[in-house]
């Protein structure tokens, strides 16, 4: 089978190249349309959330706390990006200490490979979290079981929780381990990890601006 058949406009001549570019275009202004309205749906849905969320996390990161990440697939890499945030900010922020759990491979594949998938979050959190500590899941459906059991670690070890869920919020929003829940309302999974990218660098400039003494 040669590419042409499945995608016939890298053949020139098979179709109207002009029609194909308009489409792409149609469509890209169409869903940069569509997480620009969404984004700013998020200021009257979350933002007195995020201000509550970011004046208690400089709260812990001033009592010598760390902040513990973690989510599956597309959310652990925005994950690694929450650690890299508050880590090695751009300057003149603050540096704070922050983990992105699901980046132990070691752990992670130790875990999944001798005990369940389920719990390579909640372990990690037992072994390395404490009550002053914040514990930051990111999930599009909100049903991830691991981030569900990693909550209930963190609820009983006294940590500050904070979730971002698309949808309705999922499992997430019905478990009540999570203090400070920021749901995205879309079915769209691309929409959603877009929209969680904006809350959680919100959350991270508002924290350092408590930390500063200025929210």
Not at 154 to 165: D, E, K, S
Request: with cysteine; hydrophobic share 40%.
């Amino acid at each position: 089978m040669n590419p042409e058949s499945l995608y016939p406009f890298l053949s020139p001549g098979l179709v109207d190249s002009g029609s194909v570019v308009a489409d792409v275009r149609a469509s890209t202004q169409e869903k940069a349309g569509e997480i620009v309205a969404l984004r700013e749906s998020l200021v009257d849905l979350h933002g007195e959330r995020l201000v509550r969320c970011a004046r208690q996390m400089a709260a812990c990161f001033q009592d010598g706390g760390r902040l513990f990440s973690f989510g599956n697939g597309g959310s652990s890499t925005d994950a690694r990006q929450i650690e890299e945030l508050h880590v090695s900010p751009p300057p003149p922020h603050r540096p704070l200490p922050a983990v992105s759990l699901p980046h132990d491979v070691a752990t992670v594949t130790a875990l999944s490979n001798d005990v369940s998938f389920e719990v390579v979050y909640a372990r990690q959190l037992a072994a390395l979290a404490g009550a002053r500590d914040i514990a930051v899941g990111l999930s599009t459906s909100g049903g991830s079981e691991n981030l569900l059991h990693a909550f209930d670690e963190a609820n009983r070890r006294g940590m500050m929780t904070v979730g971002f869920a698309g949808y309705d919020g999922g499992r997430m929003a019905q478990a009540r381990t999570v203090d400070h829940l920021f749901v995205v309302p879309s079915s769209s999974v691309h929409r959603i990890q877009e929209a969680q990218t904006t809350l959680y660098h919100v959350l991270w400039e508002l924290t350092q601006s408590a930390l500063c003494g200025r929210l």
